[in-house]
């Protein structure tokens, strides 16, 4: 992670990131919640643009990995707009969306800011409206009233937080209950055994996007990291058909 730069926005934020130039489709990797750009899946797909000559950007958002800020400021709104930023900034032509977990759900808000540009959207486990799904009607209503939430976290000691800040922005943002306008190309990938995220939500993502060219691969065996050597092969797989 050496080739690791910083890109300071407006108000001083530092955001990570690496990037790699090429041809083809800019692939722009977003990370799942709580999550970076040294994970499995983006550092495999990052290595591939590098082998392949294919243009890849991936980066931290602010309060993760080696980004500053913190974390507790997070919002989608905060972090697409960071995406943006980087995008404007470091990324000409078409762009490949890749959003793993809540990065699924954040690569629809960025995605709508990038109609003209979009090559396709490839969805890993994605995570739209999990505010919604994902919190019981409890969980909810302390959220709405400022409190914070704790939940135990399968991937690590500490138990993963949602903040109120982060839920009232997130509530602005649901994209489940109404039509997508978007009509790039869009793959998903799910699996079946995911125990964080219904593969439901990619069916219901799949009819809920105007795309006449959406495909559902849902993997038998497949848990939510989706990180096992035949997973990252199968999303190469997708990533390889924006290629050509």
């Given amino acids: 992670m050496s080739d690791v730069m910083h890109h300071t926005l407006y108000d001083g934020r530092r955001i ?21 750009m040294a994970g499995g899946k983006a550092t495999a797909l990052f ?24 974390f507790a400021d997070g919002s989608l709104s905060r972090w697409r707009d960071e995406v943006l930023a980087l995008v404007a900034s470091y990324v000409a032509g078409p ?7 809540m990065g699924g759900w954040l690569m629809l808000l960025v995605a709508e800011h990038l109609k003209h540009r979009l090559a396709g959207l490839i969805g890993i486990a994605p995570a739209p409206d999990f505010t919604r799904w994902g919190y019981t009607s409890e969980q909810r209503a302390q959220l709405a009233a400022g409190e ?36 790039c190309p869009v793959r998903l990938i ?10 439901e939500i990619s069916l219901r993502l799949k009819s809920a ?19 096992r050597e035949i997973d990252i092969a199968r999303i190469k797989a997708l990533v390889a058909e924006f290629y050509g």
């Fill in 16 to 36: 990570a990131f690496r990037f790699t130039p090429g041809t083809g489709p800019t692939l722009v990797f977003l990370p799942g919640y709580m999550s970076d």
């Fill in 95 to 101: 762009v490949l969306l890749v959003g793993s977990s």
């Fill in 148 to 183: 914070t939430i704790h939940e135990p976290n399968p991937y690590g000691p500490e138990p993963t937080p949602t903040y109120p800040g982060f839920f009232a922005d997130a509530e602005c943002h649901l994209r489940l209950e109404g039509a997508i306008d978007l009509a």
């Fill in 47 to 70: 290595a591939e643009a590098q082998e392949k000559g294919r243009a890849c950007l991936l980066l931290d958002y602010s309060g993760c990995g080696q980004s500053g800020g913190d």
């Fill in 209 to 227: 996007l105007r795309s006449d060219d959406v495909q559902v691969t849902l993997v038998e065996d497949g848990d939510h990291r989706l990180s």
């Fill in 190 to 199: 799910h699996g079946k055994k995911d125990a964080d995220v219904p593969c």
